[in-house]
């Protein structure tokens, strides 16, 4: 599907427009909601101006409408706002405008449009919204980069996923794990994201889609290609501006290489380093340059043993509830997943992980030695009812998560192959370590490649060793970083905002008291309390 590229001649507005255009103002722009700490950069960051008027202009013309009759934002994250269209023929479409938090825009918008279509190709075509006409460039008369999709009034997975039982739940599940299913049956030829052909350069062009010839007679095979990946680490801040390999790659070593190299050379060039936003300093450089070389000299080693868990698959970026759509609540299937925006192709055992809403880690029960899931307390109707209503939600979530576990292998054995390789956790997220070894510290990356250093991987070059003194004092400073984890998250729930100190607008002054009060009591033995301004911030660094 190529990229419908809109152009304007002059055109009369209608009266009624012309009304509409009152509604693109600074409130549309800006993120809802406020910040407890560093507020006015993380509205900074969020805030998306674009032409309201051009927009409703290109809408209405997609639904052969005459005029806009409602525009209103319906959901918005740290990536995008999401706004509802409404026409005077009861037409409705979806318009989202990314931020610049995606890193590069361009790109974004590219890759999360094909993969759409590419889902609605050749996967389930009811697994992603259609596509309505749409532009990448900053330039066009939007003055933003936009999709128009349909509009799908159908109820989210998350409005009863906690209330659902039995049979019902079946049906949200089958179809999880039929999309990861359908994800299995193409392999691709790279590492990176999947954009329209004509959206990559002709060298890209050039290479094929998919592993194998077979699938390269496909007609998709002419459509798409693999090109740059978009996972916003490789982009945010100012790395956004620099030349840098970005991919495709041809394996996996190179896709790590790649990712260290670009964290060397932002560390070089010092960008980010001033932040007081990361939780790095000037003296974590040096360590943190020969972590990089660490795993610069470990990436050609990490490969699994099974060939077949190297194939480059595609994979939901979020698989929350909020991103299922559902038949609705009385029979929740899943008739459409939401926000392919970061999507990328990846070794088969990268991408074979756990959906979000699945995994559970609360640690309330826990599988038993053989894989099954205990049974509930045996005095459980005598103890308290919100003790009970407690008990039996995480004993059900335990038995969802159970159940992902013994039923998907059934349909994609590939998957629990991937969960059997050790260390498969800590392999797939060595990227993300890499990219955020300034902005969060280089713990977690040391921490990975301690646990890399100890397994049963062949032939790991004896350059990522940690002397014992080493491994004692990173053992001190997890401890230290996991309890200060647990304060903070306890500060989160009493405050009653996210991770990142957001509040509803209504309830920023009584969550802006409850943090004062936190701070006069906060034990800085533990850390800096993280709710001041200039603390570290995961979107700002």
């Known amino acids: 599907m190529a990229q419908l590229r809109i152009f304007f001649q002059s055109s009369h507005r209608t009266k009624r427009a012309r009304s509409m255009s009152s509604l693109a103002t600074h409130t549309l722009y800006s993120p809802s909601g406020r910040w407890l700490y560093n507020d006015a950069e993380q509205r900074a960051?969020?805030?998306?101006p674009f032409d309201v008027d051009a927009l409703q202009e290109i809408a209405c013309k997609s639904v052969d409408a005459r005029h806009c009759t409602a525009f209103t934002k319906i959901a918005e994250g740290s990536y995008n706002k999401i706004f509802l269209l409404e026409f005077d023929n009861a037409s409705r479409a979806v318009a989202r405008i990314p931020s610049s938090i995606v890193g590069n825009t361009r790109l974004s918008t590219c890759?999360?449009?094909?993969?759409?279509?590419?889902?609605?190709?050749?996967?389930?075509?009811?697994?992603?919204?259609?596509?309505?006409p749409w532009n990448s460039s900053s330039s066009n008369p939007v003055a933003s980069p936009f999709i128009l999709m349909e509009y799908l009034p159908n109820p989210p997975l998350q409005s009863c996923w906690y209330h659902i039982k039995g049979v019902q739940t079946g049906y949200a599940m089958s179809d999880i794990c039929w999309l990861q299913y359908l994800f299995t049956l193409r392999k691709f030829s790279q590492i990176g994201s999947l954009y329209f052909k004509e959206d990559v350069n002709?060298?890209?062009?050039?290479?094929p889609l998919y592993l194998s010839d077979e699938d390269n007679q496909r007609l998709s095979a002419q459509k798409y290609r693999i090109g740059p990946i978009v996972d916003r680490e490789w982009w945010r801040g100012e790395r956004r501006d620099m030349r840098a390999d970005r991919g495709p790659w041809s394996d996996m070593a190179s896709y790590i290489t790649a990712a260290a190299r670009l964290a060397q050379e932002c560390l070089s060039r010092g960008i980010d380093t001033n932040s007081s936003f990361a939780r790095s300093s000037q003296q974590d450089v040096p360590e943190i340059h020969r972590l990089l070389e660490k795993c610069i000299a470990v990436a050609p080693h990490l490969a699994p043993p099974d060939s077949s868990l190297l194939s480059p698959l595609l994979a939901h970026p979020d698989m929350s509830a909020s991103?299922?759509?559902?038949?609705?609540?009385e029979k929740p299937s899943i008739t459409c997943f939401l926000d392919w925006q970061g999507a990328i192709v990846a070794p088969v055992f990268m991408q074979a992980t756990i959906p979000a809403l699945?995994?559970?880690?609360d640690g309330v029960f826990e599988l038993d030695s053989e894989g099954c899931v205990p049974p509930l307390p045996e005095d459980i109707d005598k103890r308290p009812s919100d003790e009970q209503e407690y008990l039996l939600l995480h004993h059900k979530l335990l038995s969802r998560y159970r159940f992902y576990l013994a039923q998907l292998p059934k349909l994609a054995p590939i998957?629990?192959?991937?969960?059997?390789?050790?260390?498969?956790?800590?392999?797939?997220?060595?990227?993300?370590?890499?990219l955020r070894c300034w902005a969060d510290g280089?713990?977690?990356?040391?921490?990975?490649l301690i646990k890399i250093s100890d397994s049963e991987f062949s032939a790991i070059p004896c350059a990522i060793d940690f002397s014992p003194a080493e491994r004692e004092a990173h053992d001190k400073e997890m401890r230290a970083r996991v309890r200060y984890q647990g304060m903070v998250d306890k500060l989160v729930e009493y405050v009653g905002c996210d991770g990142q100190g957001w509040v509803q607008e209504e309830r920023f002054e009584e969550a802006r008291r409850a943090v004062e009060g936190a701070a006069r009591q906060w034990d800085d033995a533990v850390g800096p309390f993280p709710f001041r301004d200039g603390s570290w911030s995961f979107f700002l660094n």
Do not use: C
């Open 202 to 207: 002709p060298e890209l062009q050039n290479r």
């Open 358 to 361: 699945l995994a559970y880690t």
């Open 323 to 329: 991103n299922m759509l559902i038949e609705s609540p």
């Open 45 to 48: 960051a969020r805030y998306t």
């Open 442 to 448: 280089p713990l977690k990356l040391r921490d990975a």
């Open 415 to 434: 998957h629990a192959a991937a969960w059997r390789y050790p260390h498969q956790e800590v392999t797939s997220d060595l990227p993300l370590y890499v």
């Open 111 to 132: 890759s999360e449009v094909a993969t759409m279509q590419f889902v609605r190709d050749e996967l389930e075509s009811r697994y992603a919204p259609k596509v309505l």
